[in-house]
C-alpha cells in the first residue's frame, strides 16, 4: 500500500530469496514434466514396433531410407539420372508376336480374303 500512495515500496528482505526458489521449483517441475512426457513417448514408441514387427510393417524413414539405397546403387558409376523402369509388354515387342497376331487375325477372315494376305 505504501507506493500507490507515494510512500516507498516496502521491501521484504527474503524476496531473492524466495523468487530464487520459485525459479527452481518451476524448472524441477519442467524436467518432470519433460521426463513424464519422454517415458509415455517411449511407451508408445514400444507398442508402435510391436505392432509394425506383428504385421511387417516398416517406419517411414526405413523405407524411404531403402528408396534411396536402391537408387544409389543403379546409380553408381552414372553420370546421368537413373532411367525410368519400361513396364512389361510396353516398348520393344519381338516380331514373332505379331506375326502371331496377324496369323490369328487371317484365321478369322473369309478365303478369298486369306490368300490376299498370305502372298
Known amino acids: 500500500m505504501g507506493k500507490m500512495l507515494g510512500g516507498e515500496e516496502e521491501k521484504d528482505p527474503d ?10 521449483a518451476l524448472r524441477q517441475q519442467e524436467e518432470e514434466r519433460k521426463a513424464k512426457y519422454a517415458k509415455m513417448e517411449a511407451e508408445r514408441e514400444n ?7 506383428k ?13 534411396q539405397a536402391a537408387l544409389e546403387a543403379n546409380a553408381e ?6 532411367k525410368k523402369a519400361i513396364p512389361p509388354g510396353c516398348g520393344d515387342e519381338d516380331e514373332e508376336e505379331e506375326e502371331s497376331i496377324l496369323d490369328t487375325v487371317i484365321k478369322y477372315l473369309p478365303g478369298p480374303l486369306q490368300d490376299m494376305f498370305k502372298k
Open 15 to 24: 524476496a531473492a530469496k524466495k523468487e530464487e526458489e520459485r525459479q527452481e
Open 77 to 82: 558409376g552414372s553420370l546421368t539420372r537413373p
Open 55 to 67: 504385421y511387417g510393417i516398416k517406419k517411414k524413414e526405413e523405407r524411404e531410407a531403402e528408396a
Open 47 to 53: 507398442v508402435r514396433q510391436g505392432i509394425r514387427d
